[in-house]
Structures are given as structure tokens and as C-alpha cells.
């Protein structure tokens, strides 16, 4: 599966580039005392089904060694990568938590080599999920995703669970049967609730009493079911907000420490009215 054309790098080589830099930019944007390691995810889709041109997001959390030689303690999500290896677009961090803590414990799985074996024969993810965003999806290369998903879960189960929350559309049509396609009603995986603003503007709440570092785990589902493309971030001490853009649609995810609700409202000249009609669409 090799798109290139004369000297151009392949998705495989754009790919491998980008793994590098990822890692560069997680080692230099996270702080780690010597008693942690830095784990990193397989690529996800920023949405799903995927598009051309479709971005990838890749995310890091920490290891140490826990209580017996295979128990482990592992942190939270501590940032995200997007990057896009098809167009080699130089990838962008975001931190996703200010410190880093021991929340869980995993234990060691053995893997037997046969199984790493069986993934060599395989295209990467990066190369699959950009022959089906170019339309060229096959039964082969939907074996190649979840199989090496599979492998991945088995591996690091803790990391891929944190991960795979804030991606439900994917992680739907992973479950579902291989030739399925995505799943029909994605939208169907998106809670939430209608309200209205103190200045009567119409929102919905995507959940409520959420922490900062649990802003994403509610925004980015809904950034996947509507297949946003997100614009601007804007992460402050006290304050979250993305503003999105949904076909010619402005909207906008936000989060305030005094009001710790994740809230989606119209944006710019976007009336109240499309948001009803999204949110129509998605109950």
C-alpha cells in the first residue's frame, strides 16, 4: 500500500516520521520523574467514519513499577497528539493534565511471539485508515484495524480504556461485524441534555460537576458523532473552550471553573436553530 510518487515519502515513511516527532514532543512536554515511563496509543481517527485528510490523534500517560515485579501503577491521560502522516502536517501537542499520579494498577500480560508475529504481514494503522479515507476499504484492511487493536488492548489494556472512551464512534465499529462499515446510527452514542442559558440562548449540557482534566472525555465524543473539525483551543486556569465547525455551522464546547458543566452553544452568526436541529438529529 505505498502512495508514493516519485521520491515522495510513503504513509508508512510519513507515518514513522511523525511516530518520532510524537515521541519527541510528549518527552518535552511532560514532565517525568525516574520513576516513570511514558506510554504512548495507537493512532485514533479524530472521527469516524473517516474523510480525506482525516487527522489522528495519539495519546501518553506514565507507568512505574507497583507492589510485585508485574503489577504496574498507571496515570491518567497526560496529553494528545494530533497528526496527520498521509499530508505529513507537523503534529500538535495539548496537554491534558497539570500533574501526574498514580489512579490505577494493571498487571503484566504475556504475549506469546507468534502473536507479535502475526501484525508484521499486516499494513500499519496509519496506512489502513488512509486507504479508507480515500474509499479504498476492504475487508482486509478492516482485519488489519482491529487486529491490530486487538493486540494493542491485550498490551496495554489501562492506556487503550482511557483512550478508547473518547472516541465512541470508532470504537462502536470495532465491535461491530467486519464489513459492516461504521455503524448506523452513531449518533445514538452521544448523551445528553437540552437546557437553557441564563441569557436564554438555547445549549446542550454534555455532562455536569466534570474537572478540567475531564473536559475532553465529554467534549471530544461529541466532536466525533457530528464530525466537527475543531478550530481553536483555549485552555485556561479556569476556563476550557473549543470552538468548532460543523459543515457551515459555528459552535462552541466550553467549561467554566465556577460552573463545572460541559456546555455546547451556537457560535458567531450561527443561530439557536441549528443546534436544535442538531440536537434533533442526534436524539
Known amino acids: ?30 514532565e517525568l520523574d525516574a ?59 495539548e496537554r491534558l493534565s497539570n500533574g501526574v499520579e498514580a489512579t490505577g494498577v494493571t498487571a503484566a500480560q504475556p504475549i506469546a511471539a507468534a502473536e507479535a508475529e502475526q501484525l508484521t504481514a499486516l499494513p500499519s494503522l496509519d496506512e489502513a485508515f488512509f486507504a479508507m479515507a480515500g474509499g479504498r ?18 498490551t496495554h489494556g489501562w492506556l487503550y480504556a482511557m483512550a478508547a472512551r473518547l472516541h465512541p464512534a470508532f470504537t462502536h465499529w470495532l465491535d461491530t461485524p467486519i464489513g459492516s462499515g461504521p455503524a448506523p446510527d452513531a449518533a445514538g452514542l452521544l448523551r445528553f441534555e437540552r437546557a437553557t442559558a441564563p441569557s436564554g440562548r438555547a445549549m446542550l449540557v454534555l455532562a455536569r460537576g466534570v474537572s478540567f482534566e475531564e473536559f475532553p472525555a465529554h467534549a471530544q465524543p461529541f ?11 483555549v485552555d485556561g486556569p479556569d476556563e476550557r473552550l473549543w470552538l468548532l465547525k460543523v459543515g457551515a455551522h459555528s459552535l462552541s464546547i466550553s467549561w ?27 436524539a
Not at 466532536?223 to 483551543?233: S, W
Not at 441549528?274 to 440536537?279: D, I, K, R
Open 1 to 30: 500500500m505505498d502512495d508514493s510518487r516519485g521520491s515522495c515519502p510513503t504513509v508508512a515513511e510519513r507515518a514513522a516520521s511523525a511516530r518520532a516527532a510524537i515521541g519527541e514532543l510528549f518527552r518535552t512536554g511532560v
Open 35 to 93: 520513576r516513570w515511563s511514558s506510554r504512548l496509543s495507537l493512532p485514533f481517527p479524530t472521527c469516524w467514519p473517516l474523510e480525506p485528510g482525516q487527522t489522528l490523534v495519539t495519546y501518553a500517560a506514565a507507568l512505574r513499577a507497583g507492589s510485585t515485579p508485574t503489577l504496574f501503577e498507571h496515570s491518567d491521560l497526560l496529553g494528545r497528539v494530533v497528526h496527520d502522516p498521509a499530508l505529513g502536517l507537523a503534529p500538535s501537542f
Open 137 to 154: 476499504s476492504s475487508i482486509e484492511l478492516e482485519h488489519a484495524v482491529r487486529a491490530r487493536v486487538a493486540f494493542f488492548r491485550k
Open 223 to 233: 466532536v466525533d458523532v457530528v464530525r466537527a473539525h475543531i478550530e481553536q483551543r
Open 256 to 282: 467554566d471553573g465556577s460552573d463545572p458543566d460541559v456546555i455546547v452553544m451556537a457560535a458567531d452568526d450561527t443561530p439557536d436553530s441549528a443546534l436544535s436541529g442538531l440536537a434533533d438529529r442526534l
